[in-house]
Structure formats: C-alpha cells, structure tokens
C-alpha cells in the first residue's frame, strides 16, 4: 500500500512541475515579443462594393426626379425615363442592362394608363426575360 501511495504522489509532484515549466515558457516568449521591434504596418484598405442599381420608369420627368432624390449609402441608384408603354420599357431595361451590368433592374410605370392586355404582355416578356439570360427584372406599379 505504501508504494501505490508514493507512485500517485510522484505523478501530482510531476503534474506540478509540468505547470510551473509551461508558466515559466510563457513568461519567456512574453518577454521576448516585448524585446521584438514593433511593426508598424498597416492593414490593406477595404471598402465594400456598393450595389448599382438601374430604375427605368415610364415617364421621361417625374419618375426619375424622385427617384434621384433617394439617398442610399449602400446603393447606387440610375435612373431612366423612356416614355413608352410597359412592354417597351421593359425591353428598354434588358438593353441597358446588355450595355452595363447593373446588381438590380427595376422597371416603373402606372399600370393605369396602359390595358390588361399590355401589362400582361410586360409580365410574361419579364419572365422570358428571366429565364432566358438569368437576370432579375423587377416591376413596380404605381397607383
């Protein structure tokens, strides 16, 4: 029995020497990175990128004024006024986007002035639209 107790107390005597030589290497490596020469550069700059994004409207005035007028600080906004019926603008916004790539396409008209028959046709081009080259076309009726 006297032996079984030596043997655990030796190990807790080790297990305390292991301890106070990891503290004593901790020390060590803080004074040497004390004793370092400081580094003095800076991080690399990184801004993220803002989100552009195309409105193309049905008026040529009044839509575009105020959509100008919104302030984002993460978007950009473009707008455009065409002037034409539903269908036409949103033909009008896949060339612009063809032109230059925008995050988001939103197209803006009041679907009062126009039949069901042309707003249907605007929905079902979006969706061709959609499907055939994979971009996002969103409408907004006003009114």
Same mark, same amino acid.
């Given at each position: 029995m006297t032996l079984i /107790?030596?043997? /655990?107390? +030796?190990? +807790?005597?080790? %297990?305390?020497? *292991?301890q106070t030589a990891a503290?004593? %290497?901790? %020390? *060590?490596?803080?004074?040497?990175? !004390? !004793?370092a020469a400081p580094d003095f550069k800076r991080p690399e700059p990184s801004l993220a990128e803002k989100q552009t994004i195309l409105i193309v409207c049905e008026g040529k005035n009044t839509e575009p004024s105020y959509f100008e007028k919104f302030r984002l600080s993460s978007a950009t906004i473009k707008t455009v006024g065409i002037g034409c019926n539903t269908a036409s603008l949103v %033909? !009008?916004?896949k060339e612009i986007y063809d032109q230059r790539t925008f995050d988001q396409v939103w197209c803006v008209f009041d679907k009062d002035d126009f039949s069901h028959a042309d707003f249907n046709n605007a929905m079902k081009l979006q969706k061709q639209i959609i499907l055939k080259s994979r /971009?996002?076309?969103n409408l907004l009726n006003i009114g």
């Open positions: /107790i030596y043997c /655990i107390s +030796m190990k +807790m005597k080790d %297990k305390k020497a *292991e503290k004593q %290497k901790h %020390k *060590e490596e803080l004074k040497s990175k !004390r !004793r %033909k !009008r916004a /971009i996002q076309i």
